[in-house]
């Protein structure tokens, strides 16, 4: 097993038993939300998941390194460049930059944090 890997799962199970103890509710209610929104995602992750499982099994190595290895130079670097702004993982997840749920609440966010706290310059909410 990988440390790093348990290292995170530890910090996230103790964080989790911390939010849990302070206030039972509140975290059972963050639980809930993010298993929603784990289901809402599944489905483009799953997309996510095929379209690079069937991409890297058509295009090879040496394919790909035609069109923008070293030896391919600026035209190279142009296709690369062209590829890389078209492919954006996070638009496949979220298409119009919101999660699919904030779209059937006409984009609006359930923290009460981001709606109602004003900031001042530093960053932090103004009293």
């Known amino acids: 097993m990988y440390v790093a890997a348990l290292i995170v799962d530890l910090a996230m199970f103790s964080l989790l038993f911390l939010a849990l103890w302070k206030d039972r509710v509140r975290a059972l209610n963050a639980l809930a939300a993010s298993l929603r929104m784990l289901v809402e995602l599944l489905p483009f992750f799953v997309l996510i998941i095929v379209v690079i499982g069937v991409t890297s099994n058509i295009l090879t190595f040496e394919l790909i390194s035609r069109f923008i290895g070293s030896k391919a130079g600026l035209k190279g670097l ?6 890389g702004t078209v492919v954006h993982i996070p638009s496949l997840v979220a298409p119009s930059g919101r999660l699919p749920s904030a ?6 966010s359930r923290s009460r944090i981001h709606n109602h706290a004003y900031h001042d310059r ?3 909410p103004s009293p």
């Open 78 to 83: 142009l296709i690369a460049a062209l590829i």
């Open 122 to 124: 530093s960053g932090y």
């Open 103 to 108: 779209k059937r609440r006409g984009g609006r």
